[in-house]
């Protein structure tokens, strides 16, 4: 499933309305950051250091990008001029820059797709044909041209079944939000537009998904998610999906693609103060990961740099790293219902009635993860141990979260301590996060002698080695700097059975080849290191 890793904050915005936006840079993982209208700032995400910068006294309308084909970067000055420069280019106040009769909106570009120039009239075209002839603006007919009482929001480049398009978002001063697909050559598209109503109900967020099974996505204020094929076969708004009850959608929210199978979404939280960052499924729109932030935005800003997430909140820009994998449809059983019940209380303590409890919630259709948080919770607070046992029993999918809590419980209990280190761990960053806060230095020691003996053992569970890797990663600083003689003990110990384990696989290595060459019937040649003689021969001095 997918997974949000902890936001960060990137740098402060001095002043939030002078703050222009953001676009990828040449290099992979790098940010350009137009600041302010006149300062533009390069960023490494891994670092969060500055690559390079570059100031202005000309105003910039908006954000720096860089054309991949043509290896420069562009900005667009006071709406009418362009002006290019080159990576070493140190400052930017003699640049020549080329005057344009229409007013620019933006430019946009890809990896792949050349720099495209977006007017505010709505007209589209290639910046490297409207640079030689920027004098004569572009021959188009008057249905190319936006209304007049529609204003460009954003523009974005999309790949809707291999033709590229731009991607215009227009308001009108009713509040009317219209969607136009502008072909970037007009030889392979034909241009559309679609308004963005639905009758009694508003608009929360949208975004297209391209690729190459393009659709439309709109969440509406009935918290009701649909998808629309691109280009429009179907009618507005598409098929329903699913009902959306992670974020208040009362509130205005923002949506943002994430590679072919998943997209952000970003929304003020339910019932709560802050807000909440999810990302969910295309096929089933269901959420698979949920980042709390302590502030909800309702001018929130959002772009997307490789497996980062970028986005304005308050007074800084923030980067809330993701990383993607494929989703089960089991893992996501149930996982759009708010939660059990957790002050209701399981009736009867007993095994049987633990069983039965559990069995019953399946039935009902919860996920595994929902019932261990309403089963253990309870159980270790009873601290019922055969309770505890009785759900192992039941239940394969548990939580990190949950094993961490059991083991620190079972410290004292080496049968259930065993078993529940046998239990497999995701073992992401997160993992890390909660051994330090649930596992103190004295109950890591325990675990890691357990650990230790089951390493010491004939049969070694790939789990064992999981645990010991992760109680060491997260209380590395601790066991390194402490002068403590247990845990000097206990980290020779473990240090001794892993010498063991490193030692035989050698062995077990040298065996191998020895083996294969006996499969393969040949006797090895190697002259055995004994005589085969029956008798030795010594010289001995007698005087």
């Not at 051994?435 to 003996?453: C, F, G, H, N, Y």
């Not at 980290?491 to 065996?511: G, K, P, W």
């Amino acid at each position: 499933m997918a997974k949000i890793l902890a936001p960060y904050a990137l740098c402060p915005l001095a002043e939030r309305k002078r703050f222009v936006g953001v676009s990828p840079d040449s290099e992979s993982g790098c940010v350009i950051v137009t600041l302010a209208r006149n300062i533009i700032i390069r960023y490494r995400l891994s670092n969060q250091k500055q690559v390079s910068s570059w100031s202005t006294k000309a105003m910039l309308s908006a954000p720096v990008i860089y054309d991949h084909a043509s290896k420069l970067y562009y900005g667009i000055f006071n709406s009418d001029e362009v002006s290019s420069w080159e990576e070493h280019v140190v400052s930017l106040g003699k640049l020549s820059k080329t005057k344009f009769i229409w007013l620019i909106h933006s430019i946009v570009s890809s990896d792949d797709i050349p720099a495209v120039l977006v007017y505010q009239n709505g007209v589209i075209s290639p910046l490297k044909t409207d640079l030689a002839n920027s004098k004569a603006p572009p021959e188009v007919k008057d249905d190319q041209l936006l209304p007049p009482e529609e204003n460009i929001k954003e523009a974005r480049l999309v790949s809707l079944a291999s033709v590229h398009y731009v991607a215009l978002y227009t308001a009108t001063e009713a509040g009317e939000t219209i969607l136009h697909l502008v072909p970037v050559d007009q030889d392979r598209g034909t241009r559309s537009f679609i308004k963005l109503n639905r009758d009694g109900f508003k608009l929360t967020a949208f975004t297209i998904l391209d690729g190459d099974s393009p659709v439309l996505i709109t969440l509406w204020s009935d918290g009701k998610l649909f998808s629309l094929s691109l280009p429009i076969k179907d009618l507005f708004p598409g098929k329903l999906i699913s009902m959306v009850s992670c974020i208040d959608v009362n509130h205005p929210a923002v949506i943002l693609q994430l590679g072919q199978e998943h997209f952000v979404l970003y929304g003020a939280a339910p019932n709560s103060e802050g807000a909440y960052l999810v990302i969910l499924g295309r096929q089933f729109g269901l959420p698979e990961s949920r980042a709390k932030m302590k502030v909800y935005d309702n001018e929130c800003r959002m772009w997307t740099c490789r497996n980062n997430i970028v986005m304005v909140l308050g007074g800084h820009l923030v980067v809330a790293p993701f990383r993607l994998n494929t989703v089960k449809l089991a893992s996501l059983i149930g996982v759009d219902k708010t939660a059990l019940n957790t002050n209701s209380s399981i009736m009867d303590n007993t095994v049987e009635g633990i069983t039965s409890s559990i069995i019953q919630m399946k039935e009902e259709g919860h996920i595994e993860h929902f019932i261990c948080d309403s089963v253990f919770s309870e159980l270790l607070e009873a601290k019922n141990t055969e309770g505890v046992n009785a759900a192992l029993d039941n239940i394969s999918d548990i939580p990190d979260k949950w094993l961490i809590q059991l083991a620190n419980y079972a410290a004292e209990d080496e049968g259930l301590l065993r078993r529940i280190l046998k239990l497999p761990l995701s073992g992401d960053a997160s993992t890390q996060t909660l051994v330090r806060q649930k596992l103190m230095l004295s109950s890591a020691l325990k675990l890691i002698s357990v650990v230790t003996e089951m390493l010491k053992e004939d049969d070694v569970d790939k789990c064992i080695l999981d645990w010991a890797c992760l109680l060491c990663d997260t209380h590395y600083l601790q066991c390194l700097l402490s002068k403590d003689d247990q845990v000097i003990s206990v980290t020779r110990d473990l240090h001794d059975a892993v010498e063991e384990h490193i030692e035989s696989m050698v062995t077990y290595r040298s065996l191998l080849a020895e083996i294969n060459y006996f499969k393969r019937g040949k006797v090895t040649s190697n002259t055995p290191p004994v005589s085969s003689h029956s008798y030795v021969v010594e010289k001995i001095k007698l005087y």
